[in-house]
């Protein structure tokens, strides 16, 4: 057995997947409430996938409103190795057009209105975000993108914003000249809380537009945003199936980048100062040094 269970995080416009043997919901409940949907477990041959829709079947979830927290823990409770992320963007460079496909390996956190941490106040945890992705996941999946006729660009700075709100086109020029390459809404705190819970991630960032920096073109609106969507969707399922089929055979070892052991050396507090009624939510997060 392979024994790779990959927690697929599906944004917007992706709701399901079809075609895993076996596809059954289940629901688990966390300690940070519930997560966006039910959960649907299946297997590619010797793969397991486990799908959960970000924003909840019908996109019923802005960005902030997704129970990150809750996502997270429930694809650890269920068993995920790792976390694949499926997300929409809009492009700042013109060479990543609509349509494409980026390789997303660093973030900048512009969002305000959400929990961040597993961590806290009577349990103090820091680990290190300085590579947020995980390289082998990253390229496996860009790989999967390529065969099934995706344009895939490999690396990319992704500036997360609050939205619900698109940008501004004073925003959408400044986070050019920071050099940011994708901009969504979604992707953070998604990745911190993984690398907390010591789950590689990567996300396959699926370009929709130009944002509203680019003046030769119309600037990003909802009608536009889904017409794309709909293409890069179908596309996406179809890396899905190819990246668990590429795994049928290939024995998972950890990550190269020790992402599985990353709480060894980032817990703060001291043994006799920790809450216990912290410590009993982290069970899942953290039991593996806890």
């Given at each position: 057995m ?10 917007s416009?992706?709701y ?34 486990v ?17 990150y927290?809750?996502n ?38 512009r969002t305000?209105?959400?929990e961040k ?38 690396g ?8 619900p709100?698109?940008?501004s086109?004073?925003?959408s ?33 699926m370009v ?18 889904l ?12 890396a ?13 070892s ?6 599985e052991?990353?709480?060894d ?26």
């Amino acid at each position: 057995m392979s024994k790779w269970t990959i927690g697929v995080i599906g944004g917007s416009g992706l709701y399901e997947i079809d075609g895993l043997e076996g596809a059954e919901a289940f629901s688990i409940d966390t300690p940070w409430g519930a997560p966006s949907d039910p959960l649907m477990r299946g297997r590619i041959g010797d793969v397991t996938l486990v799908f959960l829709p970000r924003h909840g079947k019908g996109h019923r979830l802005t960005p902030t409103a997704v129970p990150y927290r809750a996502n997270i823990d429930a694809l650890k409770r269920a068993g995920c190795t790792d976390v694949l992320s499926i997300s929409a963007c809009g492009s700042l460079k013109q060479a990543y057009a609509p349509g494409d496909y980026v390789m997303v390996d660093q973030f900048i956190d512009r969002t305000f209105a959400r929990e961040k941490s597993f961590f806290g106040p009577g349990m103090v945890a820091h680990v290190s975000m300085a590579d947020p992705v995980c390289s082998r996941l990253s390229g496996l999946a860009g790989d999967a993108a390529e065969r099934v006729g995706a344009t895939v660009h490999r690396g990319g700075t992704y500036i997360a914003m609050e939205g619900p709100q698109f940008s501004s086109r004073a925003e959408s020029n400044l986070y050019r000249q920071w050099g940011c390459d994708v901009i969504g809404m979604t992707n953070m705190p998604e990745a911190k809380l993984a690398r907390e819970a010591e789950l590689p991630y990567a996300t396959i960032a699926m370009v929709t537009d130009y944002d509203c920096w680019f003046d030769e073109v119309e600037a990003v609106s909802v009608s536009n945003v889904l017409e794309v969507m709909r293409q890069n969707t179908e596309r996406a399922k179809q890396a899905i199936l190819e990246l668990a089929s590429g795994l049928n055979g290939v024995e998972r070892s950890p990550s190269p980048q020790g992402i599985e052991t990353c709480l060894d050396f980032a817990m703060i507090t001291a043994p006799e100062a920790r809450d216990p009624e912290i410590l009993a939510r982290l069970d899942a997060v953290a039991g593996r040094v806890l």
